[in-house]
């Protein structure tokens, strides 16, 4: 027969198993948008982008084939090709330039290659408002975290900068990335208010995101103003993973 204790132990083993198992699915879940989310970067880099470019490159040469045409014989049929030409260039420039910011949302190379703290910063600068920077407060070193973690919460950082400055042109807007238990990110601005979530993109398809892997997104966003909505992203550390950031000396919080 067990005793009391022995079976504390068993029920605390049995609850400690039946978190790690939670924690590897919510893992999971969180890895396959990362794989998607590269999937899609990188189709959107070797495919679309490589046709546009080299389509550039086409209209580029036709344009200097013209050129030696026109040196034979000037004809109003040459300059309204080459108004054309002209016209298709710019197009696939724009487009090209539309695409490259498109791979710059679907990812940051900053968040890579920097971590989340310098993402966050540079999407303040990216989205301020002229002589009104955007507020960036990350008060205390963040721990170390899954990389579908700080991509979750970099999405939620950028879409909600990108509303606030769309909805409320002019409003500050503060920005404060913070970790406990999970990571939190609030982005709050002095606008008008009013706002809320519909549809199932944006911010309300971040939301379900998030509550697919225990997270969630709140919105306050009272008639007059301030709004306020925060993430709240579960950390996702496995058993033996530490939640407590390194110590960094000399670091000064701001």
């Known amino acids: 027969m067990f005793s009391r204790k022995q079976a504390a132990g068993a029920d605390g083993a049995g609850y400690a198993q039946a978190v790690e198992q939670l924690t590897a699915s919510r893992r999971t879940i969180v890895e396959a948008f990362e794989i998607e989310r590269a999937r899609i970067e990188r189709d959107l880099h070797d495919g679309a982008q490589q046709y546009i470019v080299a389509a550039s490159m086409k209209v580029g040469e036709a344009l200097m084939m013209l050129d030696a045409l026109r040196a034979a014989g000037d004809s109003p049929q040459l300059a309204a090709v080459e108004g054309l030409l002209v016209e298709a260039q710019r197009d696939t420039s724009g487009a090209l330039r539309t695409l490259r910011e498109t791979v710059a949302g679907v990812h940051s190379r900053t968040l890579a290659e920097r971590g989340l703290e310098a993402a966050v910063r540079e999407l303040g600068e990216r989205l301020s408002a002229p002589g009104d920077p955007v507020e960036v407060r990350v008060p205390f070193p963040l721990p170390p975290l ?7 919460a970099w999405y939620f950082a950028s879409e909600a900068l990108t509303n ?13 990335v913070v970790a406990d238990t999970a990571l939190h990110v609030s982005v709050v601005d002095d606008g008008p208010g009013g706002a809320v979530l519909t549809g199932g993109h944006g911010l309300s398809g971040i939301r379900e995101r998030l509550r697919t892997f225990g997270g ?20 996702l550390l496995r058993h033996g993973e530490s939640g407590v950031p390194p110590r960094t000396p000399g670091r000064i919080e701001g």
């Open 164 to 176: 606030a400055a769309k909805h409320a042109p002019g409003a500050h807007v503060s920005i404060l």
């Open 216 to 235: 969630d997104l709140t919105l306050t966003s009272p008639s007059g103003g301030p709004t306020t909505v925060v993430a709240r992203i579960p950390l």
């Open 146 to 152: 899954p990389g579908g973690v700080l991509s979750s």
